[in-house]
């Protein structure tokens, strides 16, 4: 049974194909875009509208434990916005709540309002992978994965320590595959060690011995993982927070883990936090030009943003010695973190971004910087590393920023001006993003860098996510509320109205590794953690809907 | 001749095997219906192991046997006994706008019945 | 699954490898349990402890109706439409229960509850629910169960009795459990126990701390103030029964281990200063980082309590206490809370999964739901099953149901049941109501609060 669609007279933003503003017809057929469909199908006449991929996001934090202990943390986030459940008789939805960290039915459905159709929970100890599994069964519509965090993996540690690359490679094959995940990421790699170990000290350099590892550094960890994540064809490369996340001076530890990888692909995330100049310990400055430079001459650094947004906010990292430093900074006493066996450690803070804090007015005009500097939005994409540096629901003023140079100044004009003398001046300045240039990093860049064939364009074969916008003067609301949105083909949002529910899938890897391998984790996982290694891999049932995205060599 | 005293339920291995089994058979019946009572306190209120004793709470009344535990044990004054529906007789409603009835901290009345 | 069950086809006796027993917070998933298939019983649990082989050995599917109604026995389908009619016909209905069930049922529940706009609430409540409310003020340093068996050179176990009420507890985690910087298992911790009585769980400990009853925050303050360097009166030793040498003493260790853990049970959540006591020793923890690495962390007593906290709060963003009468979630505990919600006599219908609050609640609150129709699920009969409307004979979760619980330390776990039966699971009773009253509620005229035709005769 086909069910098709046409979409007619809308202007199509689709950069993957070339196609900047031209007006096409879209036809779609069993939740896929087509090249044509029978000429009596149904139509959504887009006539005076903008047409695009849904979005996707590369990286925020919306399920799994650390998510959940933010909610729990925070009723106060929660009751001043609540998101009811609509009238029954019309569409059976959740009701939920929201605020920085919406419980997972709000995170789905305002994903979906926003006309985003997928996105990536950054950062998940493999251990807890059903936690987040499980709440991804319920975050409705949207599509999404997860990274599993690798950077501080004790049985890692044990291998690289000893040279033995091989068994890596599978080691890691073996954790992707038990874990349903996407990709492996790095957060302030060698950091746990001395955090867990050794009275909460932490790692600043790149060549830093690591605690109880002769042989360890945050450089060796970060080249081994890259190495292993290309020898394995993943279609994400490894996405790494830098050490030294958040302290002035830091952007050096950036531009050297950036060059520590030889040219091999690696994804740089909210490197905004990671563009600091200054001493430690003394308030941070720009060095967002430096950062941009390195990016716009090589190609094989991605990275997203990170953008900072005034407000509320919840800091919530794998980074925990980060989450401690903040303590000093914020005015909420309550701090949480947050071990987990043999991977990883987290930290979490309520935290509020304010125009006349010099530091937080910087972070802002850094991240609008990097967004103004980068020549190439294929590789500098938007996000908040929400909601750290902000909700992913400001997604659309933070896009009205980047469009509207007027919206800007005035914004410019009000914040902390110390911070902004800092910021260079120039043309780039002036710069408005296009259209296209919108498309470019809120769904075609993420989609490309992600490796998701079938995401972030229009042409035959993708997904038929998409997202239909009223063409409007004023960006912030033509993003937040678009008139049609399609997810797989079924309209979820008809003429602003949430008509429909849906379930996404989940995407994930699933890499090709020597069984042999489980004979060397099996003991270790036996010894060190307090589950069987037998009831550790997650069973298929926790994905009921997915999509095996294939790797290079599949 | 009353006493006034603390009653701390808690919960004990007997009672959870008692429930296992059945909350209607003797076991849990048994687990659920002893308090533990300082021997000292036993002495001089002239109380045997296996005595009857009635405990009485601003909430209710429930009757109960007793067995003794050595001072460094149980301090005098402290009564200890595992939950179940004797203890809900004997607990306040009053949770303090937070949900939970003070549950561990019970002044109770003790009598002897015999 | 299938690689850890190996059918030994002659006698028709199964082994279950790596299952996991749900009787208490320790959540043990290394059960390897001999199945007679026949016989429909589990005739060795090897690893379980005392309560493990309890659970498993007892476990014997009563011949009970699917359901009863008023006490006489129905079919689930009958059972299942008067559930229907009492939660679309009430008008402020109060879930409750959830600590042993599966999160599976427990996400069903929660959608009931929503869409019938009533309350729900778990047993979190009577339990570490106060901790939970600590945790919205302070926040708190937590950890897995085996970065502490792996780092924890100092365990302070306080206001709670492990050895009986998580009796594997030592031997798998914070005592005698071999780890990474802990070889020596007990030899290479500090072990101490703070409690107003001498409980089983003493004799572990190198130190013992007997605080004097309804003294612990006294005694928490004090210990925090000592952190911090400042000035306590020795006269502190008159409230607390605790000597301010022993205090210091104390102070001391605890700044100068590699990894601390501070253990509490509901010797402070349940007692007098209730929140205020788990907030005190989740600061001291968080105050402690100063100087090392600290972690305090509430001992949980229900196989899957956790679970209910878990998903709660992901689907509605709070952990317990959770009211839907507006048509989104509210909370407030003392306002939504079960007790709060019986004893007052605010709920005109309940349903109760998976607990037993008919033989544990007040007796205020038991007399109320008496008084009004109740719903409930549970594998064998209880003081709730008995005064209830319509009671429902489910599967246990565990040994005959799979599905997800949460360890208290948040690690989920994947159950491996053992024995079918001829039961519905907990998620299939509760998903069969929901599509029922979804289905009265989307063609109901009148308004609610037909159920007070449905009250008993009080
Ligand atoms: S400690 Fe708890 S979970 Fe482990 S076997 Fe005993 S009762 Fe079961
Ligand atoms: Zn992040």
Same mark, same amino acid.
């Given at each position: 049974?086909?069910?098709?669609?046409?979409?007619?007279?809308?202007?199509?933003?689709?950069?993957?194909?070339?196609?900047?503003?031209?007006?096409?017809?879209?036809?779609?057929?069993?939740?896929?875009?087509?090249?044509?469909?029978?000429?009596?199908?149904?139509?959504?006449?887009?006539?005076?509208?903008?047409?695009?991929?849904?979005?996707?996001?590369?990286?925020?934090?919306?399920?799994?434990?650390?998510?959940?202990?933010?909610?729990?943390?925070?009723?106060?986030?929660?009751?001043?916005?609540?998101?009811?459940?609509?009238?029954?008789?019309?569409?059976?939805?959740?009701?939920?709540?929201?605020?920085?960290?919406?419980?997972?039915?709000?995170?789905?459905?305002?994903?979906?309002?926003?006309?985003?159709?997928?996105?990536?929970?950054?950062?998940?100890?493999?251990?807890?992978?059903?936690?987040?599994?499980?709440?991804?069964?319920?975050?409705?519509?949207?599509?999404?994965?997860?990274?599993?965090?690798?950077?501080?993996?004790?049985?890692?540690?044990?291998?690289?320590?000893?040279?033995?690359?091989?068994?890596?490679?599978?080691?890691?094959?073996?954790?992707?595959?038990?874990?349903?995940?996407?990709?492996?990421?790095?957060?302030?790699?060698?950091?746990?060690?001395?955090?867990?170990?050794?009275?909460?000290?932490?790692?600043?350099?790149?060549?830093?011995?690591?605690?109880?590892?002769?042989?360890?550094?945050?450089?060796?960890?970060?080249?081994?993982?890259?190495?292993?994540?290309?020898?394995?064809?993943?279609?994400?490369?490894?996405?790494?927070?830098?050490?030294?996340?958040?302290?002035?001076?830091?952007?050096?530890?950036?531009?050297?883990?950036?060059?520590?990888?030889?040219?091999?692909?690696?994804?740089?995330?909210?490197?905004?936090?990671?563009?600091?100049?200054?001493?430690?310990?003394?308030?941070?400055?720009?060095?967002?030009?430096?950062?941009?430079?390195?990016?716009?001459?090589?190609?094989?650094?991605?990275?997203?943003?990170?953008?900072?947004?005034?407000?509320?906010?919840?800091?919530?990292?794998?980074?925990?010695?980060?989450?401690?430093?903040?303590?000093?900074?914020?005015?909420?006493?309550?701090?949480?973190?947050?071990?987990?066996?043999?991977?990883?450690?987290?930290?979490?803070?309520?935290?509020?971004?304010?125009?006349?804090?010099?530091?937080?007015?910087?972070?802002?005009?850094?991240?609008?910087?990097?967004?103004?500097?980068?020549?190439?939005?294929?590789?500098?994409?938007?996000?908040?590393?929400?909601?750290?540096?902000?909700?992913?629901?400001?997604?659309?003023?933070?896009?009205?920023?980047?469009?509207?140079?007027?919206?800007?100044?005035?914004?410019?004009?009000?914040?902390?001006?110390?911070?902004?003398?800092?910021?260079?001046?120039?043309?780039?300045?002036?710069?408005?993003?296009?259209?296209?240039?919108?498309?470019?990093?809120?769904?075609?860049?993420?989609?490309?860098?992600?490796?998701?064939?079938?995401?972030?364009?229009?042409?035959?074969?993708?997904?038929?996510?998409?997202?239909?916008?009223?063409?409007?003067?004023?960006?912030?609301?033509?993003?937040?509320?678009?008139?049609?949105?399609?997810?797989?083909?079924?309209?979820?949002?008809?003429?602003?109205?949430?008509?429909?529910?849906?379930?996404?899938?989940?995407?994930?890897?699933?890499?090709?590794?020597?069984?042999?391998?489980?004979?060397?984790?099996?003991?270790?996982?036996?010894?060190?953690?307090?589950?069987?290694?037998?009831?550790?891999?997650?069973?298929?049932?926790?994905?009921?809907?997915?999509?095996?995205?294939?790797?290079?060599?599949? | 001749?009353?006493?006034?005293?603390?009653?701390?339920?808690?919960?004990?291995?007997?009672?959870?095997?008692?429930? &296992?089994?059945?909350?209607?058979?003797?076991?849990?019946?048994?687990?659920?219906?002893?308090?533990?009572?300082?021997?000292?306190?036993?002495?001089? &209120? =002239? &109380?045997?192991?296996?005595?009857?004793?009635?405990?009485?709470?601003?909430? =209710?009344? @429930?009757?109960?046997?007793?067995?003794?535990?050595? @001072?460094?044990? &149980?301090?005098?004054?402290?009564?200890?006994?595992?939950?179940?529906?004797?203890?809900?007789?004997?607990?306040?409603?009053?949770? =303090?706008?937070?949900?939970?009835?003070?549950?561990?901290?019970?002044?109770?009345?003790?009598?002897?019945?015999? | 699954?299938?690689?850890?069950?190996?059918?030994?086809?002659?006698?028709?006796?199964?082994?279950?490898?790596?299952?996991?027993?749900?009787?208490?917070?320790?959540?043990?998933? $290394?059960?390897?349990?001999?199945?007679?298939?026949?016989?429909?019983?589990?005739?060795? +649990?090897?690893?379980?402890?005392?309560?493990?082989?309890?659970?498993?050995?007892?476990?014997?599917?009563?011949?009970?109706?699917?359901?009863?109604?008023?006490?006489?026995?129905?079919?689930?389908?009958?059972?299942?439409?008067?559930?229907?009619?009492?939660?679309?016909?009430?008008?402020?209905?109060?879930?409750?229960?959830?600590?042993?069930?599966?999160?599976?049922?427990?996400?069903?529940?929660?959608?009931?509850?929503?869409?019938?706009?009533?309350?729900?609430?778990?047993?979190?409540?009577?339990?570490?629910?106060?901790?939970?409310?600590?945790?919205?003020?302070?926040?708190?340093?937590?950890?897995?169960?085996?970065?502490?068996?792996?780092?924890?050179?100092?365990?302070?176990?306080?206001?709670?009795?492990?050895?009986?009420?998580?009796?594997?507890?030592?031997?798998?985690?914070?005592?005698?459990?071999?780890?990474?910087?802990?070889?020596?298992?007990?030899?290479?911790?500090?072990?101490?126990?703070?409690?107003?009585?001498?409980?089983?769980?003493?004799?572990?400990?190198?130190?013992?701390?007997?605080?004097?009853?309804?003294?612990?925050?006294?005694?928490?303050?004090?210990?925090?103030?000592?952190?911090?360097?400042?000035?306590?009166?020795?006269?502190?030793?008159?409230?607390?029964?605790?000597?301010?040498?022993?205090?210091?003493?104390?102070?001391?260790?605890?700044?100068?281990?590699?990894?601390?853990?501070?253990?509490?049970?509901?010797?402070?959540?349940?007692?007098?200063?209730?929140?205020?006591?788990?907030?005190?020793?989740?600061?001291? +923890?968080?105050?402690? %980082?100063?100087?090392?690495?600290?972690?305090?962390?509430?001992?949980?007593?229900?196989? %899957?309590?956790?679970? +209910?906290?878990?998903?709660?709060?992901?689907?509605?963003?709070?952990?317990?206490?959770?009211?839907?009468?507006?048509?989104?979630?509210?909370? %407030?505990?003392?306002?939504?809370?079960?007790? $709060?919600?019986?004893?007052?006599?605010?709920?005109?219908?309940?349903?109760?999964?998976?607990?037993?609050?008919?033989?544990?609640?007040?007796?205020?609150?038991?007399?109320?739901?008496?008084?009004?129709?109740?719903?409930?699920?549970?594998?064998?009969?209880?003081?709730?099953?008995?005064?209830?409307?319509?009671?429902?004979?489910?599967?246990?979760?565990?040994?005959?149901?799979?599905?997800?619980?949460?360890?208290?330390?948040?690690?989920?776990?994947?159950?491996?049941?053992?024995?079918?039966?001829?039961?519905?699971? $907990?998620?299939?009773?509760?998903?069969?109501?929901?599509?029922?009253?979804?289905?009265?509620?989307?063609?109901?005229?009148?308004?609610?609060?037909?159920?007070?035709?449905?009250?008993?005769?009080?």
């Amino acid at each position: 049974m086909g069910s098709t669609l046409r979409i007619v007279n809308g202007r199509v933003y689709d950069p993957a194909n070339d196609v900047d503003g031209k007006t096409r017809d879209i036809c779609i057929k069993d939740g896929k875009i087509v090249k044509s469909v029978p000429p009596k199908t149904k139509c959504i006449d887009a006539k005076g509208m903008v047409v695009m991929p849904g979005g996707v996001d590369i990286h925020c934090h919306i399920a799994g434990a650390k998510a959940n202990i933010a909610r729990k943390l925070q009723p106060d986030d929660h009751r001043r916005d609540v998101h009811p459940r609509l009238d029954l008789k019309k569409v059976n939805t959740r009701s939920g709540t929201g605020g920085t960290v919406p419980s997972t039915f709000t995170t789905g459905y305002r994903y979906a309002t926003m006309g985003y159709t997928t996105a990536m929970e950054a950062a998940v100890p493999p251990l807890l992978a059903r936690h987040t599994l499980d709440e991804f069964e319920d975050t409705p519509v949207i599509d999404k994965g997860f990274y599993i965090l690798m950077g501080n993996n004790v049985l890692l540690y044990q291998m690289l320590q000893e040279g033995r690359h091989e068994e890596i490679r599978n080691a890691v094959a073996w954790w992707l595959n038990a874990t349903k995940s996407y990709t492996t990421k790095l957060v302030n790699p060698g950091g746990d060690e001395p955090w867990k170990g050794h009275r909460n000290a932490t790692i600043t350099q790149l060549n830093d011995k690591i605690d109880g590892y002769e042989q360890l550094t945050p450089r060796k960890i970060i080249t081994s993982m890259v190495n292993t994540v290309e020898d394995l064809g993943l279609p994400h490369p490894v996405h790494i927070h830098c050490n030294n996340l958040g302290h002035s001076g830091n952007y050096k530890t950036t531009l050297e883990t950036m060059k520590a990888t030889g040219g091999r692909r690696i994804h740089i995330t909210h490197i905004q936090f990671h563009s600091y100049g200054g001493k430690p310990n003394e308030n941070p400055t720009s060095k967002a030009p430096q950062i941009a430079e390195y990016i716009n001459n090589n190609s094989n650094i991605t990275a997203d943003v990170g953008q900072v947004m005034f407000g509320r906010s919840t800091s919530m990292t794998a980074d925990a010695p980060l989450a401690w430093m903040l303590t000093r900074y914020s005015n909420d006493r309550r701090w949480v973190n947050a071990d987990t066996e043999c991977e990883s450690g987290c930290g979490i803070i309520p935290f509020a971004y304010q125009e006349q804090v010099y530091t937080h007015a910087l972070q802002w005009a850094i991240g609008l910087e990097l967004f103004l500097l980068s020549k190439d939005p294929w590789r500098m994409v938007l996000s908040t590393d929400h909601p750290n540096g902000g909700t992913f629901t400001s997604y659309p003023r933070l896009i009205r920023t980047l469009m509207d140079r007027e919206f800007r100044k005035q914004q410019m004009d009000s914040v902390n001006q110390k911070a902004v003398a800092k910021i260079k001046r120039g043309h780039h300045m002036e710069r408005e993003y296009t259209l296209q240039e919108i498309a470019i990093v809120t769904r075609a860049g993420p989609a490309r860098i992600l490796g998701l064939k079938n995401k972030g364009h229009l042409g035959p074969g993708a997904d038929a996510d998409i997202t239909i916008y009223d063409e409007h003067e004023d960006k912030e609301l033509m993003f937040s509320a678009p008139r049609y949105v399609l997810k797989s083909g079924h309209l979820i949002i008809d003429n602003h109205e949430f008509r429909n529910n849906h379930e996404g899938k989940i995407l994930h890897v699933a890499p090709g590794y020597d069984e042999g391998i489980k004979d060397v984790i099996r003991p270790f996982v036996e010894d060190f953690y307090t589950i069987k290694f037998d009831n550790y891999a997650v069973s298929d049932h926790y994905i009921p809907r997915h999509e095996v995205v294939p790797t290079a060599k599949q | 001749m009353a006493e006034t005293m603390i009653l701390i339920p808690g919960r004990t291995t007997k009672q959870g095997v008692g429930l &296992l089994e059945s909350k209607f058979k003797k076991q849990y019946r048994d687990a659920t219906t002893t308090v533990e009572i300082n021997v000292e306190d036993m002495a001089r &209120l =002239g &109380l045997k192991d296996g005595c009857k004793v009635k405990l009485r709470s601003a909430n =209710g009344v @429930t009757t109960v046997k007793c067995t003794g535990r050595k @001072t460094e044990d &149980l301090p005098p004054g402290v009564l200890f006994i595992a939950y179940g529906p004797p203890t809900s007789k004997l607990m306040g409603t009053d949770t =303090g706008a937070s949900g939970m009835p003070l549950s561990k901290h019970l002044e109770v009345e003790l009598e002897s019945v015999n | 699954m299938g690689a850890a069950t190996k059918a030994k086809s002659e006698a028709n006796i199964k082994t279950v490898e790596n299952a996991t027993c749900t009787f208490c917070g320790c959540l043990c998933d $290394d059960m390897v349990l001999t199945v007679d298939m026949d016989a429909k019983k589990i005739t060795k +649990a090897k690893n379980a402890c005392v309560l493990g082989k309890a659970l498993f050995l007892s476990h014997e599917e009563e011949d009970r109706p699917f359901a009863l109604i008023d006490g006489k026995p129905a079919t689930l389908k009958e059972g299942v439409e008067e559930a229907a009619q009492i939660l679309a016909n009430a008008r402020f209905p109060m879930f409750y229960g959830m600590s042993d069930t599966t999160c599976e049922a427990q996400r069903q529940n929660v959608a009931l509850v929503d869409m019938v706009g009533g309350t729900i609430d778990s047993t979190t409540s009577v339990c570490h629910g106060p901790t939970g409310m600590a945790l919205q003020g302070v926040g708190e340093s937590t950890a897995t169960l085996g970065e502490i068996k792996n780092r924890a050179d100092l365990v302070i176990y306080w206001g709670g009795n492990p050895a009986e009420s998580l009796p594997r507890h030592f031997a798998r985690y914070a005592v005698t459990a071999k780890g990474m910087y802990t070889p020596n298992r007990k030899k290479d911790r500090t072990i101490v126990n703070v409690d107003v009585r001498r409980t089983k769980s003493v004799p572990v400990a190198d130190i013992f701390i007997q605080v004097k009853i309804g003294a612990d925050f006294e005694l928490l303050w004090a210990l925090r103030a000592l952190v911090k360097g400042r000035h306590v009166d020795p006269n502190i030793e008159k409230r607390t029964g605790v000597s301010l040498e022993t205090m210091k003493d104390l102070v001391e260790r605890m700044k100068n281990c590699r990894y601390g853990v501070l253990f509490f049970g509901m010797g402070l959540s349940m007692t007098r200063g209730r929140h205020f006591n788990s907030a005190a020793i989740l600061s001291l +923890a968080s105050d402690l %980082n100063e100087y090392t690495h600290f972690i305090a962390t509430p001992m949980r007593g229900h196989g %899957n309590v956790a679970g +209910a906290d878990i998903v709660v709060s992901w689907q509605t963003g709070y952990p317990f206490g959770v009211n839907f009468s507006r048509g989104y979630p509210k909370f %407030n505990p003392g306002e939504f809370t079960a007790t $709060d919600m019986f004893a007052r006599g605010d709920a005109d219908a309940g349903l109760i999964l998976a607990s037993d609050p008919g033989s544990n609640f007040t007796q205020a609150a038991i007399d109320h739901m008496k008084k009004i129709p109740m719903i409930v699920l549970d594998p064998k009969l209880t003081h709730t099953a008995k005064l209830a409307r319509v009671a429902f004979t489910t599967s246990h979760y565990g040994i005959n149901t799979g599905g997800t619980a949460y360890r208290s330390d948040g690690v989920p776990i994947e159950l491996r049941p053992c024995l079918d039966s001829k039961y519905p699971s $907990d998620e299939e009773v509760i998903r069969a109501i929901y599509k029922r009253v979804e289905q009265l509620l989307k063609t109901r005229k009148k308004t609610k609060g037909a159920n007070n035709k449905r009250r008993k005769a009080a």
